[in-house]
């Protein structure tokens, strides 16, 4: 692995993820780097509607978007997975394709769904995700008065 990886996450569903990290990533690519977006469970959109890597690319033209899983239901991805049929994302192939993605670029960031103990599968989390190849997580939050204190 080459370049870094960093696991983006926040309190909350709509705190600004998707925004800080394209800001991340618009950052990191006018400096000359090679940034790549990760979107493990895409959840909350139909296939043919924009997801997040959507609002990515607009803001961070250059950035290379990946998603792995797609699933309707505003849920949890485990949760929507299963009400769709569908084989939920593991944090192992979100970290394997985290890792595929470092290989050649500079940033790879991975916006989680949720928050960071939202369940993935039945058992794993973006926490683990952030575990397997030992990255830095960036915790996106409102700017009210007591935050950092806010029992999640
Ligand atoms: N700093 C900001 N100032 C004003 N509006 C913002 C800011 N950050 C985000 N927004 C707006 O808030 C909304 C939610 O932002 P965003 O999509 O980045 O959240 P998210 O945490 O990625 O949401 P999700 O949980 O759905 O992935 C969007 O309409 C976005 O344009
Ligand atoms: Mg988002």
């Known amino acids: 692995m080459n370049g870094q990886v960093l696991i983006v996450t926040g309190t909350g569903t709509g705190v600004g993820k998707t925004v800080v990290t394209a800001a991340v990533a618009a950052l990191a690519l006018a400096t000359g780097r090679r940034v790549a977006v990760l979107k493990p469970a895409q959840t909350g959109v139909a296939r043919d509607e924009p997801g997040?890597?959507?609002?990515?690319?607009?803001?961070?033209?250059?950035?290379?978007?990946?998603?792995?899983?797609?699933?309707?239901?505003?849920?949890?991805?485990?949760?929507?997975?299963?009400?769709?049929?569908?084989?939920?994302?593991?944090?192992?192939?979100?970290?394997?394709?985290?890792?595929?993605?470092?290989?050649?670029?500079?940033l790879v960031l991975v916006e989680g769904a949720g928050g960071l103990l939202?369940?993935?599968?039945?058992?794993?989390?973006?926490?683990?995700?952030?575990?397997?190849?030992?990255?830095?997580?960036?915790?996106?939050?409102?700017?009210?008065?007591?935050?950092?204190?806010?029992p999640r």
């Not at 949890?76 to 569908?86: D, F, Q, V, Y």
């Not at 939202?118 to 990255?135: E, I, Q």
Request: glycine residues 10%; charged residues 20%; without cysteine.
């Open 52 to 106: 997040d890597l959507d609002d990515v690319a607009r803001l961070a033209p250059g950035v290379t978007g990946r998603e792995l899983g797609r699933y309707p239901d505003p849920l949890a991805p485990a949760t929507a997975a299963r009400r769709a049929g569908l084989p939920p994302v593991t944090p192992a192939a979100a970290a394997a394709a985290a890792r595929d993605l470092a290989a050649d670029h500079d």
């Open 118 to 150: 939202v369940r993935m599968t039945d058992d794993g989390t973006l926490a683990d995700v952030a575990v397997l190849p030992g990255a830095p997580v960036l915790v996106v939050a409102t700017a009210g008065l007591g935050t950092l204190n806010t």
